[in-house]
């Protein structure tokens, strides 16, 4: 068994790039990525220095919701190859140092599963594999009665779909497509340990869990008159015995894997990656990416709240830190508008707004991801129809948006700005069409910006997005500060107009790292000028020294600054 040290050293060390398969590289020519294009790009992965590709789903499915809807765990989708084309990628991956983390998606199936087929049929064996519910004796087609639960989907509706051959409702967290699996039955999660063994045979090095925290649903079922339901499924009763018997008899503990946690807590958080509890290695939040929802609505826009979202970081910085848990550290993924897009001011900072992000974030205490694109610096495409969207959450959207009395176009604004497809579009590799994503045609359009961001021209020019990501990971992995230090806020100087500034403080022994943020687009002086004394500069985004005004140290718009004393 290693130590906590050691385990800890071990996850702050590496770094983690999420591919969003469909969306990746195309090797032939039907518009859609697939595994082969990611063979063809390992050589630009292992350039950048990540360790860990986590791949979204590639097993067969109706692709409802991409991928997220698995009618089989064990198959790969034709549109994305074949098992060889996996195990080739597998082991090209391996040859450069590079491990695959897969994508488990245990909360629901597709409707198109052999279990949930079976079910349809009545079988009961297979109606105990989901949430299934009585409707009332005379109900039908056209007049099912009331759902069981006024819960509502994270996808819009509601969370019940009437079945008429069976007379029953089931539960659908998500598209009406994804049948909420029933944690509650062993069978059930006797077959997923046996998936989860199934491909950690294969060689993979570990898994993301998606959703997991909504797998146990209450006992008794409720109408939610405070909210949309999610308070009774989220980190439900039975949650860490579930995860707990996965992990052990799938025979993961210890393997690098993480959990996306939905609407959690850090107490739960704490629970789930402290390797004492033996659950997973790290733990997604989103709290941070709701500090631009109005009152926690995703679908009312509101200027993004800085102080709120340093207060977040702080404590489930430190109050995880203090606990023995572990963060995953990220701020964008295949669910999330584009951060540079979202949290700065790409039209007049492009460069300082993307890396002032990512070095808040890398030099943090957990182990970051970098999701697709994100490294360039690629930004949401700016979109100017609801045609050009593919994804269902954002189609339903705006449709539910205009029901409840928006225009067209406000509902379109609010969709562009909060779409998942605003990341969803192809990676921009250069300047040729498509930006060499494909030869096809692209499934979803290409961002009109893919003539000056791209790889090929990053990857050539030392003062890009690019090669400041390179940068971050040469930094972590060169500095055991940053893999296992502690971590402490720092709050600037009273009087200051400083609610835009991250500053924080990574220590061990007597090694100190001082780093600072600015996201916004003025001038800010938190500190004094001789907080920067002795300081080596470790990772900066503006050329020369530190700036220093009237014996204050002067962080620039979307500047981000940090020192290192050495002990
Ligand atoms: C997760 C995935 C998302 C998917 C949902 C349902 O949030 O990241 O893409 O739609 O789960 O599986
Ligand atoms: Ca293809």
Known sequence: MESTQERVRELGSKVVYQIYVRSFNDSNADGIGDLRGITQRLDYLAGLGVDYLWLTPFFKSPQNDNGYDVADYRSVEPMFGTMEDFDELSQEAKKRGIGLMLDMVFNHTSTEHEWFQKALTGDPKYLAYYKFVDAAPNACEEDPGEPPTNWVSKFGGNAWQYVPSLNKWYLHLFDRTQADLNWDNPEVRHELEDVVRFWKAKGVSGFRFDVVNLISKPA????????????????????????????????????????????????????????????????????????????????????????E?????????????????????????????????????????????TTALAACTHIMRGTPYIYQGEELGMTNPGFTSIDQYRDVESINYYRI???????????????????????????????????????????????????????????????????????????????????????????????????????????????????????????????AASVANGGEVLVSN???????????LVLRPFETLALIWRG
Not at 542 to 547: I, K, Q, R, S, V
């Open 220 to 307: 008794e079922l409720q109408n939610d008159y405070e909210g949309d339901g999610r308070r009774f499924y989220t980190d439900g009763p039975h949650i860490h015995e579930y995860l707990q018997e996965l992990v052990r008899e799938s025979g993961i503990d210890g393997m690098i894997t993480v959990g996306e946690m939905s609407s959690t807590s850090i107490a739960n958080c704490i629970r789930y990656s402290n390797p004492e509890c033996h659950e997973l290695a790290m733990a997604f939040n989103f709290h941070h990416l709701k500090v631009d929802y109005d009152h926690g609505n995703k679908w009312a826009l509101q200027p993004a709240d800085l102080g």
């Open 309 to 353: 979202l340093r207060s977040l970081f702080k404590s489930w910085q430190e109050e995880m830190t203090a606990a023995g848990g572990w963060n995953a550290l990220f701020w964008s993924n295949h669910d999330q508008p584009r951060p540079n897009s979202r949290f700065g001011d790409v039209q007049n900072h492009w460069y300082q707004t």
């Open 401 to 527: 948006l205009q029901d409840e009395g928006k225009t067209p176009e406000e509902a379109f604004h609010i969709v562009a700005e909060r779409s998942r497809d605003d990341s969803r579009t192809p990676v921009q590799w250069d300047a040729t069409q498509n930006a060499g994503f494909t030869t096809g045609t692209p499934w979803i359009g290409v961002a009109s910006n893919y003539t000056t961001i791209n790889a090929a021209a990053e990857v050539a020019d030392p003062h890009s997005p690019y090669a400041f990501y390179k940068h971050l990971i040469e930094v972590r992995k060169a500095e055991p500060v940053i893999q296992e230090g502690d971590v402490r806020f720092v709050d600037a100087d009273p009087g200051t107009d400083s609610e835009g500034v991250i500053a924080y403080e990574r220590t061990l022994g007597a090694t100190r790292v001082l780093a600072m943020t600015n996201l916004t687009s003025h001038d800010c002086a938190p500190f």
């Open 542 to 552: 503006y050329e020369g020294a530190p700036l220093a005004r009237e014996g204050r």
